[in-house]
């Protein structure tokens, strides 16, 4: 028997034992067994239950009552007087994975409380279990857990990172089974506390299904997530608790669904709550089974021989976390035909809802060719929630409806020789000014289609947003362009070089002039200047006079054209200070070329003009979400696609890595003369060139830096903080330098 049935043996307050179905005494407690081991009457560890005394009428009842107890059979009180003092034994079932199952006996004597009437014996047991499982598991699970993050921020070989990736990747998971338990405890024990603050349902349904991405594509799993866009964006609750629960039940979907599709959905359900359904196409689930499986430690199929690793604990903690949020769980399921869980829970939208963009795909009829109408309705959603018109349609119907569509949308596999067929009927159908998306349930990096423009699910709004927009059409790879704006000219204040060089290349690219400065009091006398200018685009942190500074003086100097905010923070009351200071929107660093067009639009009247079209298409290999990786690539080729242009990338990934050390060395020397204002507006600066390119674990890390520089926080903190940044830098630097050697390559291979 392991650790952790001694820990929960030794939880209980009276004598137990666990026996074996002969009644043979396989581990039993300190009270059991008494101070001196023997326990008086009570066999001894390696003994039967036969061996105790046979007077007692009682005890034939005991060894038949284990020898006969099933799996689903409620547990077996007996009075038992051939024990101590006279006592009431208490029979119960335990699953074993290995090996036939066990039983669970606990005595309580006759001068002891029963159950219920009290104090609680059944809490206070499980309050110790809870504090040795703490002691227990819990401290060397996260010592390994650290070890492997240290580990894995180290350069090694190709095959040595693949196992060294298996080992995190079990061990996380270790760690989620500890932390499911120690929550499940708290559950039982009444200190786990829910907390109520505004939560973003896609947000939350977005980070549930992403890193479920791998285990789905390697079955072809067709998995979305979309909320209604009826829904306010915005509702009450617990984001932390409500991401564990659809962990634990979107997770539970995919392991048990061999092929087909995961479809969550989000819905108002009257006007008091709202359902997240859950559907799959997996096995389904029998009567007997759906009504054990939100029990702790319990599978639908608990045999030796289960194809299915866990230990029963997601669909009960879910269960238990819905009910504390007020709401209810429950499953719809027939063997063989798939199985619905439905979650529901009260709708009250949050006081302040988050700003509404300007929709990326306003108008846009887009035809969408789904396996059934759960992924139909999904992805009707995500268009819906974007601004598009979405029309359901068959792969039958697309020859006479493909004039009546902007773009087709349709769900295939990569990996399928078929789909090579259907990939070319829907192009022919739409000729060659038609687009097309495909939305594959594999990594189409390794699959035989590789166009029209081909998306990995779990689909993320704006990852979608962004392959409609500038993905290429039919399969001859011709490029679509962005439609261009109608002429103006825009001032653009930023102190970032980087971000400057590209943010000038996409104005440029929408066919509208543009100015650059690098600080606020620049930025002033641009706009008082002689040079008339449609639109500012002001950053909020510059060196001198800041944005909101440098809004208000030209805002008093009276001059009354648009000002937008640019940011790379996401601090509460943001956009509330740029409206006070007198600008009229606020755009969020990094900033794609559609959102950029979105944002200026309203402020620069369309042409007919021919003008410089801005180009954008899917790089020779389908950008994919990376996982942990230190530079998301798939930005560096989407900035190549946006401005048409790899050469003007690759000038400013060599820029930014020049301009590198210097950043660093500023962290550093604010650091030491406690500068903290010097160290958040140079943390600020490497942040938001990094997260432009991609390096987002680095803009993270800077990040932390310049919240903890705002928040007063120590200087060991701060330390700690800045280390953090320069590990992240280190691992920036290698993946970008791969990067640019492989732009030399491809520059002397002559295919640029």
């Not at 390696?46 to 059979?73: E, F, I, N």
């Not at 990569?414 to 192009?427: F, M, T």
């Given at each position: 028997?392991?650790?952790?049935?001694?820990?929960?043996?030794?939880?209980i307050?009276?004598p137990?034992?666990i026996?074996?179905?002969?009644?043979?005494?396989?581990?039993?407690?300190?009270?059991?067994?008494?101070p001196?081991?023997?326990?008086?009457?009570?066999?001894?560890?390696?003994a039967r239950?036969a061996g105790?005394a046979g007077?007692?009428?009682?005890?034939?009842?005991?060894?038949?009552?284990?020898r006969?107890?099933?799996p689903?059979?409620?547990?077996?009180?007996?009075?038992?007087?051939?024990?101590?003092d006279?006592a009431t034994?208490?029979?119960?079932?335990l699953?074993?994975?290995?090996?036939?199952p066990?039983?669970?006996?606990?005595?309580?004597?006759?001068?002891?409380?029963c159950?219920?009437a009290g104090?609680?014996?059944?809490?206070?047991?499980?309050?110790?279990?809870l504090?040795?499982?703490?002691?227990?598991?819990?401290?060397?699970?996260?010592?390994?857990?650290?070890?492997?993050?240290?580990?894995r921020?180290?350069?090694?070989q190709?095959d040595?990172?693949?196992?060294?990736?298996s080992?995190?990747?079990?061990?996380?998971g270790l760690k989620?089974?500890?932390d499911?338990l120690l929550?499940?405890?708290?559950?039982?024990t009444?200190?786990?506390?829910i907390?109520?603050q505004?939560?973003?349902?896609?947000t939350?349904?977005?980070?549930?299904?992403?890193?479920?991405?791998q285990?789905a594509?390697r079955?072809?799993?067709?998995?979305?997530t979309a909320?209604?866009p009826?829904?306010?964006?915005?509702?009450?609750?617990?984001?932390?608790?409500?991401?564990?629960?659809?962990t634990a039940?979107?997770?539970?979907?995919?392991k048990?669904?061999a092929?087909?599709e995961?479809?969550?959905?989000a819905?108002s359900?009257g006007?008091d709550?709202?359902l997240i359904?859950?559907s799959d196409?997996g096995?389904?689930?029998?009567?007997?089974d759906?009504a054990?499986?939100?029990?702790?430690f319990?599978q639908a199929?608990s045999s030796a021989?289960?194809r299915h690793?866990?230990?029963?604990?997601?669909?009960?903690?879910?269960?238990?976390l819905?009910?504390c949020?007020?709401?209810?769980?429950?499953?719809?399921?027939?063997?063989?035909?798939?199985?619905?869980?439905?979650?529901r829970?009260p709708?009250?939208a949050?006081?302040?809802?988050?700003?509404?963009?300007?929709?990326?795909?306003?108008?846009?009829?887009?035809?969408?060719?789904?396996?059934t109408?759960?992924?139909t309705?999904?992805?009707s959603?995500?268009?819906?929630?974007a601004?598009?018109?979405?029309?359901p349609m068959?792969?039958?119907?697309?020859?006479?409806g493909?004039?009546?569509?902007?773009?087709?949308?349709?769900c295939?596999?990569a990996?399928?020789?078929d789909?090579?067929?259907r990939?070319?009927?829907?192009?022919?159908?739409l000729?060659?000014?038609g687009?097309?998306?495909?939305i594959?349930?594999?990594?189409?990096r390794?699959?035989?289609?590789?166009?029209?423009?081909?998306?990995?699910?779990?689909?993320l709004?704006?990852?979608?947003v962004?392959?409609l927009?500038?993905e290429?059409?039919?399969?001859r790879g011709?490029?679509?362009?962005?439609?261009?704006l109608?002429?103006g000219?825009v001032?653009l204040?930023?102190?970032?070089?980087?971000?400057?060089?590209v943010?000038?290349?996409?104005?440029?690219?929408l066919?509208?002039?543009?100015?650059?400065?690098?600080d606020?009091?620049?930025a002033?006398?641009a706009?008082?200047?002689?040079?008339?200018?449609d639109?500012?685009?002001?950053?909020?942190q510059?060196?001198?006079?800041d944005g909101?500074?440098a809004?208000?003086?030209i805002?008093?100097?009276?001059?009354?054209?648009?000002?937008?905010?640019?940011?790379?923070?996401?601090l509460h009351?943001?956009?509330?200070?740029?409206?006070?200071?007198g600008m009229?929107?606020?755009?969020?660093?990094?900033?794609?070329?559609?959102?950029?067009r979105?944002?200026?639009?309203?402020?620069l009247?369309?042409?007919s003009?021919?003008a410089?079209?801005?180009?954008?298409?899917?790089?020779?290999e389908p950008?994919?979400?990376?996982?942990?990786?230190?530079?998301?690539?798939?930005k560096?080729?989407?900035l190549?696609?946006?401005?048409?242009?790899?050469?003007l990338?690759?000038?400013?990934v060599?820029?930014?890595?020049?301009?590198l050390?210097?950043?660093?060395?500023?962290?550093?020397?604010?650091?030491r003369?406690h500068?903290?204002?010097a160290l958040?507006a140079?943390?600020?600066?490497l942040?938001?060139?990094s997260?432009?390119l991609?390096?987002?674990p680095l803009a993270?890390a800077?990040?932390r830096v310049?919240?903890?520089?705002?928040a007063?926080?120590?200087?060991?903190?701060?330390?700690?903080?800045v280390?953090?940044v320069?590990?992240?830098v280190a691992?920036?630097?290698?993946?970008?330098?791969?990067?640019?050697?492989a732009d030399e390559?491809?520059?002397?291979?002559g295919?640029?």
């Amino acid at each position: 028997m392991g650790s952790a049935a001694h820990t929960l043996i030794e939880a209980i307050s009276g004598p137990a034992a666990i026996v074996d179905q002969d009644g043979q005494v396989l581990l039993a407690n300190r009270r059991w067994s008494g101070p001196d081991g023997t326990g008086g009457s009570y066999p001894a560890e390696g003994a039967r239950l036969a061996g105790t005394a046979g007077s007692c009428p009682a005890h034939d009842q005991l060894v038949a009552a284990v020898r006969r107890m099933s799996p689903t059979a409620a547990p077996t009180e007996l009075r038992c007087g051939c024990t101590p003092d006279a006592a009431t034994v208490r029979i119960a079932h335990l699953d074993s994975d290995y090996g036939p199952p066990r039983r669970l006996i606990t005595v309580r004597t006759l001068g002891e409380p029963c159950r219920g009437a009290g104090p609680d014996t059944a809490t206070e047991a499980k309050s110790q279990f809870l504090a040795l499982l703490g002691h227990e598991i819990r401290t060397p699970v996260t010592t390994v857990v650290a070890t492997v993050d240290l580990l894995r921020a180290q350069p090694m070989q190709q095959d040595i990172r693949e196992i060294v990736d298996s080992v995190y990747r079990s061990v996380h998971g270790l760690k989620t089974l500890t932390d499911d338990l120690l929550d499940l405890a708290r559950l039982e024990t009444g200190e786990l506390r829910i907390r109520e603050q505004p939560v973003d349902l896609r947000t939350v349904l977005e980070a549930v299904a992403e890193p479920l991405q791998q285990q789905a594509r390697r079955k072809s799993i067709l998995l979305l997530t979309a909320p209604s866009p009826e829904l306010p964006t915005a509702v009450l609750g617990d984001p932390d608790r409500l991401r564990q629960v659809l962990t634990a039940v979107v997770g539970n979907a995919v392991k048990f669904t061999a092929a087909g599709e995961v479809v969550v959905t989000a819905a108002s359900d009257g006007a008091d709550a709202y359902l997240i359904t859950v559907s799959d196409t997996g096995p389904g689930i029998a009567d007997p089974d759906r009504a054990r499986i939100f029990a702790p430690f319990v599978q639908a199929d608990s045999s030796a021989s289960r194809r299915h690793e866990g230990a029963g604990l997601g669909l009960a903690l879910a269960a238990r976390l819905v009910t504390c949020m007020g709401g209810t769980i429950d499953v719809h399921s027939q063997p063989g035909a798939g199985a619905e869980f439905l979650i529901r829970l009260p709708l009250r939208a949050a006081p302040q809802q988050p700003a509404t963009p300007a929709p990326p795909l306003h108008r846009r009829r887009i035809a969408v060719l789904a396996p059934t109408p759960r992924s139909t309705l999904a992805l009707s959603w995500l268009l819906r929630g974007a601004g598009a018109d979405p029309v359901p349609m068959l792969l039958t119907e697309v020859d006479r409806g493909a004039a009546a569509v902007d773009t087709v949308l349709w769900c295939d596999d990569a990996h399928d020789p078929d789909a090579i067929g259907r990939a070319d009927a829907i192009s022919a159908a739409l000729g060659p000014n038609g687009r097309s998306l495909m939305i594959s349930t594999t990594d189409p990096r390794t699959g035989v289609v590789r166009r029209p423009g081909v998306l990995t699910a779990p689909l993320l709004l704006g990852r979608l947003v962004a392959a409609l927009n500038h993905e290429r059409t039919g399969v001859r790879g011709a490029p679509v362009t962005v439609p261009p704006l109608g002429g103006g000219r825009v001032l653009l204040a930023e102190d970032n070089d980087v971000n400057r060089t590209v943010f000038r290349r996409m104005i440029q690219l929408l066919g509208v002039e543009c100015d650059t400065v690098a600080d606020g009091s620049a930025a002033i006398e641009a706009a008082l200047g002689d040079t008339a200018y449609d639109v500012v685009l002001m950053d909020l942190q510059m060196p001198r006079t800041d944005g909101l500074e440098a809004t208000r003086q030209i805002r008093t100097a009276g001059w009354h054209k648009p000002i937008l905010a640019l940011t790379a923070t996401a601090l509460h009351g943001d956009r509330e200070r740029c409206l006070e200071a007198g600008m009229d929107g606020h755009l969020s660093k990094p900033i794609t070329l559609p959102e950029l067009r979105a944002a200026l639009e309203p402020y620069l009247s369309p042409g007919s003009a021919p003008a410089p079209a801005a180009t954008a298409g899917p790089p020779d290999e389908p950008p994919e979400e990376p996982v942990d990786e230190p530079v998301d690539l798939s930005k560096l080729r989407e900035l190549e696609a946006q401005l048409d242009d790899r050469a003007l990338v690759v000038t400013t990934v060599n820029t930014y890595l020049a301009q590198l050390d210097g950043r660093r060395a500023a962290i550093a020397e604010a650091l030491r003369t406690h500068d903290r204002d010097a160290l958040r507006a140079a943390a600020h600066t490497l942040k938001s060139s990094s997260a432009l390119l991609g390096a987002d674990p680095l803009a993270e890390a800077c990040a932390r830096v310049e919240r903890g520089a705002t928040a007063a926080s120590g200087e060991p903190e701060l330390s700690a903080l800045v280390a953090g940044v320069e590990a992240a830098v280190a691992q920036a630097l290698r993946v970008m330098a791969g990067y640019l050697a492989a732009d030399e390559r491809t520059e002397c291979a002559g295919i640029r």
